[in-house]
C-alpha cells in the first residue's frame, strides 16, 4: 500500500500560509481500524527536512528596493468584516465533492498592547460543513461518502473559523493566534482580512520576486524558494478599484515519498488576489493548487461586507 504522510513544507508559502499551525486540520490514512477518516486517494505527499537538513545560503527580495505606495490598514473596533468562501477541498481529495460556501464573520474586538506592541484582536465565528465527496470504488464506481467519516460512515463536520488573532499594527501581514475554539479550524479567515506585505507597495506595473536558495539533506542536494508577484490588471469587485495580482510560488525543499522512495520534488500553487487600490484590503481572493493537469482552484474567497457595529 502507498503511504500517505502528511506534513507542511518548509519556506513555502501557501494558501493557509496566514493560517497558524495549532489550528491546521490533520489528513488520516484511510482504514478499517481508524475512528475516522479523510478521503484521500493522493499517490504522494510532502515530508517535511528534519532539523538541521536544510540550509538557506542565499535570498534574493525585491520588495526592499521599493517604496510604499499606501499605508497599513486601520481596522474600527466594532466592525465585522463578512468573507464569503468556497473550498474545493482539491488539496484534501482527489475524490469530486459537492460545492461547499460559508460566510465567516470576523469580528474587530478591541485594540490590545502585547509584549510592548499594539495589536489588533480579531474574532472569527466558527461555521461547521459536513462536505459531500463521491469516493472512486476499486471497480471502477463510485459510492457517495462525506470529506471526514466516522468509522461507520456518519460524518464529521469540518469547522471554519472559531480563533481569535492578534494582527500587529504596524505590519498586518504578521499576526498569531491567541487561542482557537477548535483545533480543527480550517482558519481561512486569518488569511484573508490581513493584508500581505506586498499589498502595500503596488502599483500599475510592479513586480515582486523573494526567492532562497539552499541545500538540503545529508548530501546537500540544491534547493529553492520562489515567489513572484505581479500586478496583472485593475479590475472593480464589489465597487471598488483593485489591482489584480498574481502571486507564483514554487520550492523543492522538501521531501516526497511515493512507493516507499523518498525523493525531491517540485511544488507549484498560483495565487489571485485582488487588492483594493485604496484600502489595500483583500478584496477576493483565489488559489491555486499545482497538479499534472495544471492548476485546480483549490479555494474561492470575497469580502462580501463590511457591517459597523456588532
Known sequence: MKKIIIILIIGLIVFISGCLNENTPTKEKSSENNQSTILNTSDDSYIEP?????????????LKGLKPTAEPYQFKVGETYIYHIHPTFVGWTESQCEPVEIDIPVHVDRSERINKSEYWILKAEQVNVTPQCYVPLPNGQ????????????????????????????????YGFSLNANNLNSMCVE??????????????EDVKIVQESKGAIGKDKKECGNRMEISVLDSEKINNKDCFKVEVLESTNCGFVEVNDKISQRTYLRKNIYWIDKQTRMVMKYQGYIGTDK?????VEIELKEIKKMY
Open 50 to 62: 528534519l532539523e538541521g537538513e536544510i540550509k538557506m545560503t542565499e535570498t534574493i527580495n525585491t
Open 190 to 203: 486569518t488569511f484573508v482580512e490581513i493584508p500581505p506585505e506586498w499589498a502595500l507597495y503596488l502599483n
Open 294 to 298: 495544471g492548476f485546480l482552484l483549490d
Open 142 to 173: 463510485f459510492r457517495k461518502g462525506y470529506l471526514i467519516e466516522n468509522g461507520d460512515g456518519t460524518p464529521i463536520p469540518v469547522s471554519f473559523g472559531g480563533s481569535i488573532i492578534a494582527v500587529y499594527k504596524n505590519n498586518l501581514s
